[in-house]
Each structure stands twice: as structure tokens, then as C-alpha cells.
């Protein structure tokens, strides 16, 4: 048995926050590439054909059946601050854009760094809009390079636009902007722009909870945010998903029911998350005061930095996913599905196992629809990716059991093809393992006696037989920087290998950061029966 031939095994960190449940067989499936630093993606209605992706640096390209056009759909690079967390932000459509062809960006002004909402039209070219068309409807003043906010999204109920706004930045709203109805920072804002009032481009709905208030700015709908970078109205519902990003510990995500009129104070800056924050002394704002409203869900910087917002699922290509809040961090690879019936959260789980690009950066800015449903993924490399079925099984690949939770939660264990005499290219991966982990792939030629054993007690189940295994060879399996160990190899044509059976299972040590499931710092993956198969 020739065990020299196979070496490391790839394997996938999940997280800690994954349910019991089995996910739905989903991948990442590169639509387009070529981009420079991707941050939104965004669909007219009713035009499944074409993306627009909105880049930082002030251009707006489109991605028509498939193929990344080479002129862009908007150029306002000049028009903008870029500094820091400033640039192009968001985008939305005019639900009417078949007829009127409207659509609105957000953006930092290259003057003075102010925050910019502005709409434009589209040219005669369906694929070009009109520079000269644009028209700034709203713009106020933003201090600090950060916590700009950026997302704009038109309700599919009152069909008013929806703008979410940072807290002026710098660290802990220095000046309690958030708490401030007299001002536009860290809230989210309603507008009509079908209609206008004396003195500006668009109409403030009088339904707006703080509408002719003394002192208070009457297109605030919601307040107390920090830095909603990404928002989303459930296609079906209309309900309104919020995804706030904390100040050191606590992400969070904020809802609004599709029935509410607005108002809710969402606490920060005295609370972030559902913590006291330390931050607040604005009046008012007492950390857990009964009429702040909590979060839906959070989770703490060990399984991430910063939560990129997405949507609830109502495509058709996964309908295990329907009705899911689609979340992720950019501090991470897990993929998060939230369930939510109004009321409660019913399950978060890690349910997509293979969303990282085949190359570069796994970093991902924002997530996008499509006019189906269908969810995309930026990532920072410049490539977009969409959420698709993986259906597809690789014969003579068997994974079995279960790993001990690590750092960010239990561990999948994959293979790229069928090992076969004289097969080429044959990869085994680890995606999302800690950056720069120590790890070893265990390769035996048979399952361990009694799963779970952990003969060298340190806390990592072992779903391989190290006791009385013909063979056993431990490989080096050390992931780099981005937390991605890749290895390659090529099978010698020897049709003496055919029935080979043999057993692999990844073992990472974490050090002294990992938490209370493995007290060693050790955790362990699934394990892959893998059978050599006749070269096709």
C-alpha cells in the first residue's frame, strides 16, 4: 500500500453558531471576475439578465448574462472622498426603472467627505446611464472617514426609499449622533421621491414617527444604529432585515416588521448589541432600558469582526434555504442562515459548506439578488459568486462522522475528485482554517474502532483507527495567512491501486484562544472513506 502517494487532506471550518441540522448541498459557482473591490450588487425589477456592481472607487459596472460589459454603467469617481471606509456605497433601483429608468446611489463627497444620496437616469443604452442626469436629493454632514452606512432599499410596500446611515464614525459616537433625533447620523431614513415639499427634491412622509417634532429630523424612521452597512426587505413579506456592525465585541441584526410604523430606538450608543457599551451619555439612553429594542440575533468577535447584511432567501435554485435571513462577516468564511418567525429566532446554522472562490481573496464586502431571487457574493478579489446546488457527488468519496468543535466550530473535511491510476490534479483543500494553524492529515487504511476515541487526549475525536491500523502516516498540514492549506498531487498509473481503500481525517491545533471544547487547543474534522477507483 503505497500511502506516500496521498498526502494532506483539505478540510472546511464551520462555526460555532451551526444547528444540528444537515445543510443543503450548496456551492459558489463564479459568475463573473475581473472587478476592483466590489462592495454591492444590486438588479433592476423584473431583469434577470443583467447585475450591477457597484466598485468603491466610484464605477458602476454590469454583468449581462454572464459577461462583464467593458464600459462602465457610471462613472462618479470624481465626484468622491475615498478615504478610509468612504467611496461608492450603495445603489437601488426606482421600483418603476422599466418606465422611468431612475436609480439612486450613495456616496462620500470628494469636498468635504458629506454624505451623498443622488439619483440618476439611464441613457437610449439600457447598459449606459446619463452622467449629466444626476441630481443630489440629500446630503448632510459626515465627520469622520468611517462608519459611513451606505445602504439604500425602496420598501415593496409603501415603495418609499430607505437610507441607512453610519454614526459619524471615529469610535463609540463621540458625539452621540445615534441618540440625536435632531440629526441624520445612525438612523434610517425615509423618504418619498415621487413627490416633493418646498425646499427639497422629495416628500416626507408625514407618517414618519418623528414628523413635525420640534428639533427633530422628520425623515428619521428608526434610530440608535452604528454603522448599518447592509439592509434588506424580505421580497415577500416586505419585513426589513438590519445588519449593524459593533464597535469591538458584539455584531448584531436588527428587524423591523413589515406591519410597523417606526420609531424603534436600536440602543447604541449605550448598548452595543446586547451589551452595556460604556459609550452612551446621551439622555435617554439607558443600557437595558425596556424601550430599546434588542437585536434578533448577535454573536461576539470570536467568530467575526464585521456582520455584511444579506437577504432572506426567495430564489428556487436551494429551497431548503427559502425563507432564511442570509448573513455573513467579513472576518470570516462561514455562510449563516437565520430563521425568524417574528417573534423569535427558531435556528442559525452554518449551512454553505463550499462558498470560497477557487482563487483569490476570500474576503467578502457585500452580498447581492438578482430579479429571481438568487443570492451573489463580492468578494474583494474581484470576482462575484453565486449561491447555487451542489448536487453533485464524487464517486469513491465517502465522508463520515463528526469532529469536535475548534475555535469557530466543527470541521468538513473534503476532496476535490475521484482518485484514480494516473489522475491528474488531484487537490485537497482546507478553507476557513485558522491562518497560519499547525495542522496533520491522519491517513489509515481503517476507521477507528470506536468513533470518538481520543487516544492521545486532546480533546479532538478521531474517526480514524491510529491503534490498530495496517498503516498510518500523520502529513504536515499547515495553512497560510488567508487560512487556506492547499495541497496537489498527481496518482502514479499503477492499475495495481485500483480497490484501495484508506481513511483520512484532519487534525488542527488552535492554541491557547480556543475555547472550553477543547481546553488542548486541538480539534478534529469528519472523516473521508476514499476508494481508488479505475481511471475512466
Not at 312 to 339: H, K, M
Request: glycine letters at 12%.
Amino acid at each position: 500500500m503505497k500511502f506516500s502517494l496521498f498526502t494532506c487532506i483539505a478540510f472546511f471550518l464551520g462555526t460555532a453558531l451551526a444547528s444540528a441540522q444537515s445543510p443543503p448541498p450548496t456551492k459558489v459557482e463564479i459568475v463573473a471576475s475581473g472587478l476592483s473591490q466590489p462592495i454591492g450588487l444590486f438588479a433592476p425589477p423584473n431583469d434577470p439578465s443583467r447585475l450591477f456592481v457597484i466598485e468603491k472607487y466610484g464605477f458602476i459596472r454590469v454583468v449581462k448574462n454572464g459577461v462583464l460589459l467593458n464600459t462602465p454603467f457610471l462613472d462618479i469617481s470624481a465626484n468622491l472622498a475615498m478615504s478610509s471606509e468612504q467611496g461608492l456605497l450603495g445603489m437601488a433601483f426606482h421600483p418603476r426603472y422599466v418606465q422611468n429608468g431612475y436609480f439612486f446611489v450613495y456616496y462620500t463627497d470628494v469636498a468635504n467627505g458629506d454624505v451623498v444620496v443622488a439619483r440618476y437616469q439611464v441613457s437610449g443604452n439600457p447598459d449606459i446611464a446619463d452622467p449629466a442626469s444626476g441630481v443630489v436629493f440629500m446630503q448632510f454632514t459626515h465627520p469622520f472617514g468611517n462608519h459611513n452606512g451606505g445602504a439604500l432599499a425602496f420598501s415593496p410596500i409603501d415603495h418609499y426609499l430607505y437610507i441607512a446611515s453610519g454614526d459619524g464614525g471615529s469610535g463609540g459616537d463621540p458625539f452621540n449622533y445615534a441618540q440625536n433625533l435632531g440629526s441624520p447620523l445612525g438612523k434610517l431614513l425615509r423618504i418619498d421621491v415621487n413627490s416633493q415639499d418646498a425646499g427639497l427634491m422629495y416628500h416626507i412622509p408625514t407618517s414618519n414617527p418623528f414628523f413635525g417634532m420640534p428639533g427633530a429630523v422628520g425623515e428619521i424612521y428608526a434610530y440608535g444604529l452604528r454603522n448599518p452597512w447592509r439592509i434588506a426587505f424580505d421580497r415577500l413579506t416586505a419585513d426589513l432585515y438590519i445588519a449593524d456592525v459593533g464597535q469591538g465585541v458584539v455584531e448584531e441584526l436588527d428587524f423591523i416588521a413589515a406591519e410597523s410604523q417606526g420609531g424603534q430606538n436600536f440602543g447604541w450608543n449605550c448598548m452595543e448589541g446586547d451589551i452595556c457599551s460604556n459609550y452612551g451619555t446621551t439622555p435617554g439612553c439607558i443600557c437595558g432600558d425596556p424601550s430599546l429594542v434588542a437585536p434578533i440575533h448577535v454573536y461576539n468577535h470570536n467568530e467575526g469582526c464585521a456582520v455584511i447584511g444579506g437577504f432572506v432567501y426567495r430564489g428556487s435554485i436551494v429551497p431548503e434555504l427559502l425563507g432564511s435571513y442570509i448573513f455573513l462577516d467579513i472576518c470570516s468564511t462561514n455562510i449563516w442562515a437565520l430563521q425568524f418567525d417574528g417573534t423569535q429566532v427558531t435556528g442559525v446554522q452554518n449551512v454553505l459548506l463550499q462558498m470560497l472562490p477557487p482563487s483569490g481573496s476570500h474576503t467578502i464586502a457585500s452580498m447581492g439578488e438578482d430579479a429571481n431571487g438568487e443570492l451573489y457574493f463580492a468578494y474583494m478579489s474581484g470576482e462575484i459568486g453565486k449561491i447555487v446546488r451542489n448536487d453533485d457527488t464524487i464517486p469513491g468519496i465517502v465522508p463520515y462522522g463528526k469532529g469536535t468543535d475548534g475555535c469557530n466550530g466543527p470541521h468538513t473535511l473534503t476532496i476535490s475528485r475521484t482518485v484514480a491510476p494516473g489522475a491528474v490534479n488531484i487537490d485537497f483543500r482546507a478553507d476557513a482554517a485558522p491562518p497560519n494553524a499547525l495542522g496533520l492529515l491522519l491517513i489509515t487504511d481503517s476507521k477507528a474502532p470506536a468513533p470518538g476515541l481520543d487516544p492521545y487526549l486532546i480533546g479532538a475525536n478521531f474517526l480514524v483507527d491510529i491503534y490498530y491500523a495496517t498503516v498510518f502516516i500523520p502529513f504536515d498540514f499547515n495553512a497560510d495567512e488567508n487560512g487556506m492549506a492547499d495541497y496537489h498531487f498527481d496518482l502514479v498509473n499503477d492499475p495495481n491501486l485500483v480497490g484501495l481503500k484508506f481513511y483520512g481525517q484532519g487534525i488542527f491545533y488552535f492554541g491557547s484562544p480556543c475555547p472550553p471544547t477543547s481546553p488542548q487547543g486541538f480539534t478534529s474534522s469528519n472523516a473521508l472513506e476514499i476508494t481508488v477507483l479505475p481511471t475512466p
